[in-house]
DNA sequence: AGCACGATTAACT
DNA sequence: GTTAATCGTGCTC
């Protein structure tokens, strides 16, 4: 495409807060079929070694947590609440686990596809939230451990050919959303990313989204 | 082998 | 604002 190139590995290889805070504008591209769907990320979040106390490493290495210690630009694909599935990237260098969650996406190719399968919701919900816009792109564990950088891959995300994002958002961090139960300072630190549209500056700022 | 828990969502009141 | 749905994972016995 001309107009867009995939991110390459060196762009996961790097620290996991300036991964998860330059992906926000990058679009998430899905083949289905030979069919694009893609979104605009708008939201992440960073989840970084065993010493972070809200990221699954926390445990060591164990058969869930492998693809986040394995290479940088890989999908970490998990199920949890007994229903849903959570889209990550893996981070930084091989044998540190580190991963950047996916929490939503403004969409942007494929809508007939994912209105069909947010079907009865508003357009507006159909990929805010990172279990969503997995139900959205039909994202589930046979993802995990997908690579995003291989040629031709089914799963990637691209930035424009120049390697800016397609979105020039204002960002603003939080603390991650859901770590309730999880010891200080994890708990509370924002590694949490929402990208705002610059239009939007100077209307409505909301400080602290509702968690 | 069994069990408590969760990086959520939708459907309630 | 509250809660049920639902099951893979990791920890304990």
Not at 66 to 77: D, E, I, L, R
Request: charged share 20%; hydrophobic share 40%.
């Amino acid at each position: 495409m001309n107009h867009s190139r995939s991110l390459s590995r060196a762009f996961f290889d790097r620290p996991t807060l300036l991964v998860a805070e330059q992906l926000l504008g990058m679009r998430l591209v899905r083949i289905e079929n030979g069919q694009r769907l893609s979104g605009f990320i708008i939201e992440t979040e960073a989840y970084i070694g065993e010493e972070d106390q809200g990221c699954h490493a926390r445990a060591g290495l164990t058969p869930r947590t492998k693809v986040m210690y394995g290479p940088p630009g890989h999908a970490y694909v998990y199920f949890t609440y007994g229903m849903h599935w959570l889209l990550n990237f893996v981070t930084e260098r091989e044998g540190f686990p580190a991963a950047v969650l996916i929490r939503a996406v403004e969409l942007d190719e494929g809508e007939e596809i994912v209105a069909l399968r947010r079907n009865g919701q508003p357009r507006a919900q159909w990929t805010n939230g990172p279990a969503k816009l997995c139900q959205a792109f039909n994202i589930d564990g046979t993802w995990n451990g997908y690579d995003l950088c291989q040629p031709n891959a089914l799963l990637y995300v691209e930035s424009q050919s120049d390697g800016s994002p397609f979105l020039a958002l204002s960002v603003t961090t939080t603390p991650r959303v859901g770590l309730y139960s999880v010891q200080e300072p994890w708990r509370s630190i924002a590694w949490r990313f929402v990208g705002s549209p610059l239009s939007a500056l100077g209307k409505k700022h909301r400080a602290v989204p509702e968690t």
